[in-house]
């Protein structure tokens, strides 16, 4: 009788598991840092690091980049006696982007895009063009959003944030292709701060596409 009833139990667990909702989590890697974007004059940053990671926040439509969510790493590579000053450190210091929550949208209406802004749009490496080795590294990789938009797809992204996600892309690419800077490309994304209620260039490009 005992064994009868160790095995009712058993049973009894086993569809309970099978039952079972799956569970949804995430799963995060501590970044070792020294600190936050806003710690650093932007002057300090390496060029091109900050330029992957504009590039990167417009690619995904990121909603929620300021400058704590930009962890720094100090450069460590002067350790001879004459270049271990703490300015040094500074100098060409790695920015390291952390907390994408709020990015690849499903809606435009939202009051996200209303108080969108970049931490790094004012930057001095924003206001410079890509040099043509970086160009030419991102249409390579990224000009045939196709591909992208299949992955999406596969990844059971909804159609409104593959449509957002397009739409953001080819804005990107014309803006890459006729040599404009990032802060100009940028500029189609977010609303001009003395009209806040006027919707961005973006926004209205996505509600022409069906995206209200």
């Known amino acids: 009788n005992n064994n009868l009833k160790n095995n009712n139990n058993l049973n009894n667990n086993n569809n309970t598991n099978n039952n079972k909702l799956p569970e949804i989590g995430s799963i995060q890697k501590f970044i070792e840092n020294d600190g936050f974007a806003s710690d650093v004059h932007p002057s300090k940053f390496n060029f091109?690091?900050?330029?992957?990671?504009?590039?990167?926040?417009?690619?995904?439509?990121?909603?929620?980049?300021?400058?704590e969510n930009l962890l720094i790493k100090l450069n460590n590579n002067n350790n001879n006696n004459n270049s271990n000053r703490l300015i040094d450190k500074f100098k060409d210091c790695k920015l390291i982007p952390i907390d994408h929550g709020l990015c690849l949208p499903d809606s435009i209406e939202s009051s996200d895009f209303e108080n969108l802004n970049f931490t790094w749009l004012n930057w001095p490496q924003i206001q410079q063009p890509l040099n043509n080795e970086l160009t030419q590294e991102f249409l390579n990789k990224f000009s045939n959003v196709e591909k992208d938009l299949q992955l999406l797809?596969?990844?059971?992204?909804?159609?409104?944030?593959?449509?957002?996600?397009?739409?953001?892309?080819?804005?990107?690419?014309?803006?890459?292709?006729?040599?404009?800077?990032?802060?100009?490309?940028?500029?189609?994304?977010?609303?001009?701060?003395?009209?806040?209620?006027?919707?961005?260039?973006?926004?209205?490009?996505?509600?022409?596409?069906?995206?209200?």
């Open 153 to 212: 797809k596969t990844l059971n992204f909804n159609e409104k944030t593959i449509q957002i996600f397009k739409l953001a892309n080819q804005i990107l690419i014309d803006g890459i292709e006729n040599k404009q800077t990032i802060k100009q490309i940028a500029l189609n994304f977010i609303r001009d701060f003395k009209n806040l209620k006027q919707p961005s260039f973006f926004e209205q490009l996505c509600k022409l596409n069906l995206l209200t």
């Open 48 to 67: 091109e690091n900050v330029q992957r990671i504009a590039i990167f926040d417009l690619r995904i439509i990121n909603l929620d980049r300021h400058d």
